[in-house]
């Protein structure tokens, strides 16, 4: 991590994430986890229904069910006649399939939540046939859902690990993040926010304090095969790794940087945990070609509800 400073604001740059930061004299007293989940909303993604002339009812059906669920989640929906109008889209986009074809598209490096002019095919996650498999499959995932009520739930950081496949590098990868991160917890210290704002913004979510969590994805999980095309897509080369990789997320959604094979080590961890946990600003920014938002259907404001658990059923007591 690099760090430079210049008049009143200093520049912190990890694994290529600028943050801006305020001089300590005026800085906030939130973290930037807590901040970025009470103030970042995420970028949205693009979900494009491709067709000629007319859809079928079935794909009607399963279009309007998809802008349905997509109000609940960092995307929109569009259908594009390609007999009418063929820009701003990409020709891989619907040439890559047979149409009708829907294909997702990842929030093109500093629109924010506004559509750009273009969209590049370098910016498509996934393509599908248009059935309600692959809409689902967009909106939604077990580990996705897992990931929003960590965070919800209060956790400072959910590092989540995209296996290899390699069940022995895998395993170790998982020890060592978990060793660290439980190391971590006891070592790092955060701020408590003293502004009414801070405090306001922050009464509907879990108490603030410091908790890591890992969640391991599976690369062969067909459940979550939306997932981990979103994490691969997340910094360039990221496909062609080999090793498990290591994803730190924070906020709502937002992928802080990536760490692949032997870069998990507990010197990279602990400068990502250390960057995410210190004290934040009014005017912190990310700035990142790699950094993105993870398509998560969830709501934010709110703290999330204790995960359920099994119990076994009482047994009766026999009469006497």
């Known amino acids: ?91 891989e986009f619907f040439t890559s399939g047979d149409l009708p074809r829907m294909v997702l598209l990842k929030p093109a490096t500093g629109s924010g939540s506004s559509p750009p002019s273009s969209w590049p095919a370098e910016n498509m996650v996934w393509s599908a046939p248009v059935d309600k498999a692959s809409a689902a499959a967009i909106v939604d995932s077990p580990k996705r859902r897992e990931i929003s009520r960590l965070i919800r739930s209060g956790q400072s950081v959910v590092w989540v690990l995209l296996e290899s496949g390699d069940a022995k590098k895998d395993a170790a990868a998982a020890a060592l993040t978990k060793r660290t991160i439980a190391a971590l917890v006891e070592k790092l210290k955060i701020v408590k926010p003293r502004s009414a704002a801070a405090q306001r913004d922050g009464a509907k979510l879990a108490k603030l304090r410091l908790a890591f969590s890992l969640v391991r994805v599976s690369r062969t999980d067909r459940a979550e095969r939306m997932l981990v095309e979103m994490l691969l897509s997340s910094g360039k080369e990221l496909c062609k790794a080999s090793g498990p990789i290591l994803f730190p997320v924070f906020g709502r959604g937002r992928v802080f940087t990536s760490l692949v094979d032997k870069d998990i080590s507990p010197n990279n961890i602990g400068q990502a945990a250390a960057a995410l946990t210190g004290p934040c600003s009014c005017q912190v920014k990310a700035k990142s070609a790699s950094r993105i938002d993870l398509l998560i259907s969830a709501d934010w404001t709110t703290e999330a509800k204790p995960a359920p658990t099994s119990r076994p059923a009482p047994t009766k007591r026999p009469k006497r």
């Open 1 to 91: 991590m690099k760090k430079c400073v210049s008049g009143s604001s200093s520049v912190v740059v990890f694994g290529g994430v600028v943050l801006l930061v305020a001089a300590p004299l005026i800085a906030c007293s939130v973290p930037v986890f807590r901040y970025a989940l009470q103030r970042w909303a995420p970028n949205s993604y693009q979900a494009v229904v491709f067709y000629r002339s007319k859809l079928g009812k079935d794909q009607s059906a399963v279009c309007k069910k998809l802008i349905a669920d997509a109000g609940k989640a960092n995307l929109a929906v569009k259908t594009v006649d390609l007999n009418e109008d063929r820009s701003p889209w990409a020709p």
